[in-house]
């Protein structure tokens, strides 16, 4: 079975794709530590972030690959684990350019496929339901207010002991670029699919997040 979760940047996403996927005992598939891998290993690399070739190279060098560590899901460039590196702003704010790639979205769709096939997964990114698994058995398309979405990253940089200089205003400018960017690529760009349901998670708190998607995979059922 398939679950796709889609919408754009701090809108919950990861965190109720790992509570849904944890409660159905799926794998979650975090779609965007795969480009923000991608992005990392560019840079670690001095490779210009637009580079596609130079950077689908530094890719098969090193190898992006999931692994369980304590029961945790952690994402490694090579041997290195790099889950935390991949989430500072730096890597955030080059992502969308690294992700608009058209050999990198087609090696990491490729990949997504794979795993989507080999198990049962709730899968979240921007061009799941669109794009990676169109027969999806459920789409969900999460959206939230630009304001409360920059202080759910705000909260969640403290949670992650990330140190940021950037203030709430900042945030939200960065997270509406960033969805700019990403609505206006050419491949796949953030869109809700047309069978998707969308939640606006605005005024909800988690657990109605997660009931509201446990009530759709029961109806499709
Ligand atoms: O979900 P997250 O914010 O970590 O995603 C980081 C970036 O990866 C997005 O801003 C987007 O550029 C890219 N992405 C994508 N397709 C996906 C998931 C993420 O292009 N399925």
Known sequence: MQIAIDGPASAGKSTVAKIIAHKLN??????????????????????????????????????????????????????KDITQEI??????????????????????????????????????????????????????FLVASVHSRAERRMKDFKERGIKTSQSLAEIEHDIAERDYKDSHRQLSPLKKAEDATEIDTTSMTIDQVVETILSEIKKSQ
Do not use: C
């Open 26 to 79: 799926f794998t979650y598939i975090d779609t965007g530590a795969m480009y923000r891998a991608s992005t990392w290993i560019a840079r670690e690399n001095n490779i210009n972030y637009g580079d596609e070739k130079g950077i689908l190279a530094a890719i098969d060098h090193e190898q992006i690959e999931f692994k369980f560590k304590n029961g945790q899901q952690k994402i490694y460039a090579g041997n």
């Open 87 to 140: 989430r500072t702003p730096d890597i955030s704010a080059n992502v969308s350019q690294v992700s608009a790639l058209a050999g990198i979205r087609e090696k990491m769709v490729s990949l997504q496929r794979h795993m989507a096939g080999e198990m049962n997964v709730v899968m979240d990114g921007r061009d799941i339901g669109t794009t990676v698994l169109p027969h999806a058995a459920v789409k969900i």
